[in-house]
């Protein structure tokens, strides 16, 4: 845990690197950083960084943006890690990131120190959810009554307490908060969530394939 | 084109040719005369000349040109006569006037008249198609969905086919005979498959080119929209925040105030506030954003998580002038980061507002304060909702606020 994280920073803006570079703490060592998709994908298989900071629109490749550069590393997966870093608020974004396998989805609008928090969480193998995508989340998955899972291995619907835990992260929640209003641990907390993140990922849900067949992500 | 009596032919002739408008309608009047050369030529120009007037700046002026986002198209210019009543009652005419020639015993052959009407009729329905207000009219009545241009087209050749059988029954002399009726068809679907089958290629080269010079103008035109607007906004803002440099509460005002407008403007399918919960929702954090600052007077952003949609009824309406309440609450007198979330479910619409303030304690709140308990809890209650705030030094302080639907829930949208 004394060994720094590594880092690889993609984003085509220099400004942007700089200052995310910048709000990083001492437990984030930034190894590179790459401005385009090919050079995200090079970077990646001769650095081997823990985590990737993915900005989502990127230049170059076919024109795939963050998406790309995790499909071009799908073999790296075990290694290193996609954290997904954007502007935007658009749910086909989130979506074709997440689910080509990127861990988390954050907004550039995070203080350096929940960064770092969020980079280190998903070094560790979690899931980090901004609070817009687990709005999004609750979005795609239906709030109704009906919409609740009754067994675990279900992939279309979540959980009581998967959807609980996404409606505190949406109101703004941290974990340790989240943890704290359900009397659970936060390793718990983290465990649904990376729940609902494999549910992301694989479910056939209407509302994502409807989304991402709009956008021709799959 | 302005102005218009019928097609609006004299009108367009006058604008072209710069001359008044009633010299050149007595012009066609006169031509008339010889031979109907005025009717046919009026008719000649109505179909085969496009409506607009070419010199109007607005069509003229190329996209790349154009600074300003994209303008509005002209208003449907309006037409003094009803032409489709004119026509009708002119085909009534002619009916009853053929009706008393008959009764008057002149020999009218009354085997031509189904088949020309037929063939009219036809070529009537498909040629109104290059009349834009004619076809406009058609798409309103067809709800705007429906391809009625094409419709109308297939209806015309579908009539016009039929008058062209029964004409040629007529002139083989057969009446209609069913074999002269099948000969005919046979030999004129033929013809046309022949032709068809020569011109087909010609056809498909013209349509792609269209298609490409379509896809090219539309790029354009987006193209020059997101100029314009990067003019409009962006690059405004940005000088302002330039010249305010050295007040960083209003740069940051500014600043925050521009990217929402620039993501309410890039993703543009967000619906109207009047139509939409969500939409209205973020109408109320915009406001509280633009006009209230934090205890120490710097701006607050609020964070905005909605999901789900429905149109906004009157519960809904007293739910967002509570949230608002709450949100400047949370903004002057609490600690960013400020959380907003809204949930619209089937059965009822929940808000939460939260701050991390150092909390306050709600029983220590006088009941005269009007503040907390009457604009933001009673305003609710009295609706049928139910209101709570939970409020500790350590997690700040949290407004919860649920509002059950009134009446039938609408479809969801997400």
Redesign the interface.
Known sequence: MNEPVSVLLVDDHALVRAGVRASLDARVRVVGEAADVDGAVRAVHELHPSVVLLDVHLPGGDGGGGAEVVRGCTDLLDVTRFLALSVS??AEDVVSVIRVGARGYVTK?IDGPTLSDAVLRVAGGDAVFS??L??FV???FG??VGDVATTDDELDRLSAREREVM?LI???YSYK?VAGELFISVKTVETHVSAVLRKLQLSNRN?LTRWAAARRLL | MRGRWVGGVAAALSAHLRLPVPAVRLAFVLLVLPAGVGLWLYLFWWVTVPTGNPDDPSTTRPAAMSRLAARQSLVEPGRRLPVTDVGIALLMLAGAVLLVALRRGVAVDTRWVLPLLFLLGGLALAWSQLDAAQRGRLQRVAGGRTPAPVLAVLGGVLLAGVGVVLVVGQVAGEGLAPRVLAQAVVASLSVIAGVGLVLAPWWLRLMRELGDERTARARESERADIAAHLHDSVLQTLALIRAHADDSAEVARMARAQEREL?EW??ADRPAPSTSVAAGLRAVVAEVEDTRTGPDGRPV?V?V????DRPPDDGSVALLQATREALVNAVTHGHP?V?L?L?????ALEV?V?DRGEGFDLEAIGADRFGVRESILGRVRRRGGTAQVTSSAQ?GT?VHLVMPTSGDPTE?S?
């Open positions: 608020d658009a609008a609070p817009r687990a709005g609750l979005d795609a709030t109704s409606r949406a109101r703004g908060e509302e | 993501r890039l993703y952003a964070d998580v909605v999901v789900g980061p959380s979330y949930e619209v479910r089937d059965d939460f939260r997690r949290e969801e997400s």
